[in-house]
């Protein structure tokens, strides 16, 4: 085990569109990153060399978070690297269109496994650990809009991420007062590399400040998340105001 005076920041989905920014902004601020991937280990390297590049002794995992040994397993990796665990990010999430009443055991299994089951046992597992240390440590799930929304074609994955909701509020309340837990949910902020201007035009036209939102909005949530002392089992909507429509 290194022991370590940094922060320590366990990441699943840390090679993700916006993970992969969270573990970087996160190493920019100090912290050691531990993060998890999925199916690109050659992207996942790339971003490793990122993050090391201000946190040296960071490292990464291949983690299939619907997978319970699997997050078992990166934990037992995480414990004989570092000694502390100060900010626990579920990220891993999965998205795809489902449509009613077509929805399969697969479709759902993969969403709801990933989104909801996932998360769960790693805050199940980071809590282990921050309710033994002498500090107040964090957890920040990563949830969305759309679970104040209907959404008619992500009836399964709007599920999910209700859920972790949800469950935001049951860890803050159960690991209270030596773990805040509180979720962030983004709008519409990474956008299919595949579009073209057209969609993201469109889809600023229904948010009232006009834009589409950017990896550096979420992390100025994560930000204050991570320096406030009396903050719990909230939601907070980063989506440039689109739910008062």
Same mark, same amino acid.
């Given at each position: 085990m290194t022991g370590t005076e940094k922060k320590v920041c366990f990441i699943t989905g840390g090679s993700g569109r916006l993970g992969s920014e969270v573990a970087v902004s996160l190493a920019k601020n100090g912290y050691t990153v531990f993060f998890t991937y999925n199916r690109s280990k050659e992207k996942s390297e790339t971003i490793l060399d990122a993050v090391r590049a201000f946190t040296p002794e960071s490292a990464m995992i291949h983690c299939d978070v619907s997978k319970v040994n699997d997050i078992e397993n990166a934990f037992r990796t995480f414990t004989g690297l570092f000694n502390r665990l100060d900010l626990l990010i579920p990220s891993a999430s999965g998205f795809f269109s489902t449509s009613l009443p077509d929805v399969t055991e697969p479709e759902w299994e993969s969403l709801v496994d990933t989104n909801l089951k996932g998360t769960f046992f790693t %805050? +199940?597992?980071?809590? @282990?650990? %921050? +309710? /033994?240390? !002498?500090? *107040? #440590? @964090? &957890?920040?799930?990563?949830?969305? &809009? #759309? $679970?104040n929304l209907v959404w008619k074609g992500f009836a399964p994955y709007t599920a999910s /991420? $209700?859920? *972790?909701q949800h469950l935001t509020k049951v860890f803050a309340k159960v690991f209270a007062p030596n773990i805040l837990v509180n979720s962030i949910a983004p709008g519409t902020v990474t956008i299919n590399p595949e579009w073209n201007d057209g969609p993201e035009d469109e889809l600023s036209k229904n948010i009232p400040l006009q834009r589409t939102? +950017? !990896?550096?909005? &979420? &992390?100025e949530a994560i930000l204050f998340l991570v320096k406030s002392d009396y903050v719990t089992g909230q939601v907070i909507n980063v989506e440039g105001g689109r739910l008062l429509n």
């Open positions: %805050m +199940q597992e980071g809590a @282990r650990i %921050m +309710q /033994k240390q !002498p500090f *107040v #440590s @964090r &957890i920040i799930t990563m949830t969305d &809009i #759309s $679970a /991420k $209700a859920a *972790v939102g +950017q !990896p550096a909005d &979420i &992390i």
